[in-house]
Structures are given as structure tokens and as C-alpha cells.
């Protein structure tokens, strides 16, 4: 029996063909993404472990997509089918509309606007209201006997503040503050990028620190976050965010992302960021660690 034979050349076009015959034929990947930073990459890995593990499919992680904006715009694009997002982060940079000091509520505004304006699902929150927190050494807050930031209207020597730009010119940052507290600042805000700012307090440049619910530096007890008791800051709470599309091309990628609802609580968000930031354990491990005590 005659046997066709190919030129050389041709093997090349030959193996390249079969190799996109075979992607073809592969069933696309799951596309988990976070925002850039240590929670972002936390909560990316935990989904991806989570999804990995319920729908049996591998899936491609993109860490640090940037800032609110730059991760809307990777699912928009198809980039991705599902990441973490923040609920005041969404109304704020995404839907351009008003904050709200309640968690449900905010919630609810993104849920709804989001499937109307975009047609993306806002999966049902995590457990965590990462919102603003004005800080002090906890050493600080038991003389003064400070536990409320209407109480730290009474500190005798004022206070000297740290906190990043955008707090002191964002319409949810000093504005708010001042606009809810008469606190007295005793020299003018240290502006610091956010990885400075407990150093900052650490070593007595500054006695009051603005910084976020679940920052990794709270759960070690060396500082406290004083209470809002007045209500001026906005609810942030943290939801996975996906795309119909994904899920229709991935079934049971939408369950397996409500499993991870309430959750996390801030100060189990605390821990987990503590983790990787300062005992400098890997992402990959704090979030199958989480998983498992969680019973995922």
C-alpha cells in the first residue's frame, strides 16, 4: 500500500495545526482575577483554590489588575470572568453615584446598577466592611481612655495625623471626618503612601492614623481603631463581581463563588492579610488553610 508522504517544510504548518486542533478542542479555562495588593491576590487565590476544587477545572489567576477601574475594564473585556471588588469602590469610581453608611444598602445600589448599566452579577457580600478607620496606638487609646472618635475630640495635645493624599482630598476621606468630629491637629497631615502609615505611628511621627478595617496591622494588637460612633465614614463592603458569560461557560462557577458569602469576617480578613504581610507566609498556603478551616 502507497504511503503519502510531506515535504519537510511542511512539518511545522503540520504540528502547529495539530496543536490548534487540540486547543480547540480543550474546554476553556476559568479566569480568576484581584485587584492589585495582598487582599486582592488573597481573595483571587482562595476563589481560584475554591472553584478548583467544586467544578474541577483548573483556573488561570490574574493578580494586580490594577486599581476599581482597571479590573471593571478586564471583565468588561472578557479578560476575566470573575474578581473581588469593593462596594464603595463601585459606586464611587465605577457608577459615579452617592455612598451609603449602611453595608446592605450599598450593597443592594451596586447589585442593582451593575446588572442594569453593565448586565455583570454582584455576588452576595463576603462578611467584610472594609471601610475607613482612623487608628491609634493602643497604648495611646488605654490613657487617654479613647475608644470612640468623639472621644478623641477630648485629647489634650491634639493629634498628629497620617494619611494618604487621596484621604485628605477624597469626598469619603478628612472630609467626612472633619465634617462629623472636631478633632485638633496639632501639626500639619503627614502624607504617606499606605505601607508608611503604621510605621508612622510605630515610631511617633503620628498619633492618629487613617487606614482601612482590615489591614493586616490591626490584628496584631499593637493598634486599635477608634470608633465611628457618629457614623461618618461609608460602608465598603467586598463581593465577588462576574460575568454572565461566565458563568454560562463555566456551570456552577456562580454557586461556587456564593459559597465563599459571609465568610470573612474583617477580623478574619485581618489574619489573613497578616499572614502573608508580616509572617510572610505564601498566598497559595494561607488560602487553602482558609479553606479548609472554613469547611470549603
Known amino acids: 500500500m502507497r504511503t503519502r508522504s510531506f515535504p519537510r517544510a511542511m512539518l511545522p504548518l503540520l504540528v502547529a495545526g495539530a496543536a490548534l486542533l487540540t486547543a480547540c478542542r480543550e474546554e476553556p479555562r476559568v479566569r480568576i482575577g484581584g485587584r492589585t495588593g495582598t487582599e486582592g491576590t488573597l481573595l483571587c487565590e482562595i476563589a ?3 472553584v478548583e476544587k467544586r467544578l474541577g477545572k483548573p483556573v488561570t489567576r490574574f493578580f494586580n489588575l490594577g486599581d476599581a477601574q482597571q479590573a471593571h475594564q478586564a471583565l468588561l473585556n472578557g479578560e476575566v470572568d470573575a474578581y473581588p471588588e469593593y462596594a464603595a469602590d463601585a459606586l464611587g469610581s465605577i457608577l ?4 451609603s453608611a449602611d453595608p446592605a444598602v450599598a450593597s443592594e445600589n451596586v447589585r442593582l446598577e451593575y446588572e442594569r448599566r453593565f448586565h455583570l452579577l454582584w455576588l452576595p457580600p463576603l462578611g467584610f466592611d472594609n471601610r475607613t478607620v482612623m487608628v491609634v496606638r493602643s497604648s495611646d487609646a488605654r490613657r487617654l481612655r479613647a475608644a470612640t472618635l468623639s472621644a478623641a475630640e477630648n485629647a489634650p495635645d491634639g493629634w498628629a495625623l497620617a494619611a494618604t493624599r487621596e484621604f485628605t482630598v477624597s469626598g469619603w476621606g478628612l472630609p467626612l471626618l472633619s465634617k462629623h468630629y472636631r478633632l485638633e491637629f496639632s501639626k500639619p497631615t503627614a502624607l504617606l503612601p499606605p505601607a508608611e502609615i503604621y510605621r508612622a505611628l510605630r515610631d511617633g511621627r503620628a498619633t492618629l492614623a487613617a487606614g482601612l ?8 494588637g499593637e493598634f486599635q481603631p477608634l470608633e465611628d460612633d457618629r457614623g461618618a465614614f461609608v460602608a465598603n463592603p467586598a463581593a465577588f463581581v462576574l460575568s454572565p458569560g461566565g458563568d454560562l461557560t463555566h456551570p ?9 458569602s459571609g465568610k470573612l469576617a474583617v477580623g478574619r480578613m485581618r489574619e489573613l492579610n497578616r499572614a502573608v504581610e508580616v509572617e510572610r507566609k505564601p498566598a497559595q498556603e494561607v488560602a487553602a488553610a482558609f479553606l479548609s478551616s472554613a469547611g470549603l
Not at 459615579?96 to 455612598?99: A, C, N, P
Not at 478595617?213 to 496584631?220: E, H, K, Q
Open 252 to 260: 456552577g462557577l456562580r454557586k461556587a463563588l456564593e459559597a465563599l
Open 96 to 99: 459615579k453615584v452617592g455612598f
Open 213 to 220: 478595617a482590615t489591614d493586616a496591622a490591626l490584628a496584631g
Open 48 to 50: 481560584a483554590q475554591l
